[in-house]
């Protein structure tokens, strides 16, 4: 899970609270789940898997998401869009199309993804639109309902961690999110997508 608060550990993150929810669950569904807050790495800007410049944390990243069956994004709303943070790890994966296994598939192939949100004001349908969609290009199956989200707009308002209410809605669909990922992935263990026709 890759957590694209704007906000530095060990600063709160509303996001990183709902997406313990999907993390949970996960963990009950005998998933072993890594949290990173992106925020707190040196990732360089650029639109390739190697290192941009000395000390680029993004290597590190792509190896742990070569590593992983399940990818979950979280990321904040702000101005009804994904986190400039959401934003460059989307840039860093986009490498990720000309990358190809063994097999010839490429590398995000039989990987599932799914999206949580926060924000106290409308377009959690976009942002997640605006993630999933980028996580399909690059080769990511995602599932039915891979999402969860949490807002009270229109306007500005409370956080996530301020106040309960639209809480009890949002943790089932994480649940439910989660169990989704976790059926899905090992679906496609089970019976992997071949490479594409040439």
């Known amino acids: 899970m890759i957590n694209c608060t704007l906000k530095p550990s060990p600063e709160p993150s509303n996001t990183e609270a709902l997406a313990r929810?999907?993390?949970?669950?996960?963990?009950?569904?005998?998933?072993?789940?890594?949290?990173?807050?992106?925020?707190d790495l040196d990732i360089a800007p650029g639109v390739t898997s190697e290192p941009m410049r000395e000390g680029d944390a993004w290597p590190g990243v792509h190896d742990k998401l070569l590593q992983s069956r399940i990818l979950v994004v979280a990321s904040p709303t702000w101005l009804g869009r994904p986190s400039s943070v959401a934003q460059r790890v989307l840039e860093r994966m986009d490498a990720m199309l000309s990358e190809t296994d063994d097999e010839g598939r490429p590398v995000a192939?039989?990987?599932?993804?799914?999206?949580?949100?926060?924000?106290?004001?409308?377009?959690?349908h976009h942002v997640i639109s605006e993630i999933s969609g980028a996580l399909a290009d690059i080769g990511y199956?995602?599932?039915?309902?891979?999402?969860?989200?949490?807002?009270?707009?229109?306007?500005p308002g409370p956080d996530y961690l301020d106040d309960e209410r639209g809480r009890d809605w949002s943790h089932r669909t994480g649940r439910a999110m989660a169990a989704n990922l976790t059926g899905v992935a090992r679906a496609l263990a089970a019976q992997p997508v071949g490479a594409p026709p040439g």
């Open 109 to 124: 192939y039989n990987r599932v993804a799914g999206v949580v949100v926060t924000g106290n004001e409308d377009g959690a």
């Open 21 to 39: 929810v999907v993390v949970e669950q996960l963990e009950k569904d005998g998933v072993e789940v890594e949290l990173l807050r992106a925020v």
């Open 141 to 155: 199956t995602i599932p039915g309902q891979a999402w969860t989200y949490w807002h009270l707009g229109p306007g």
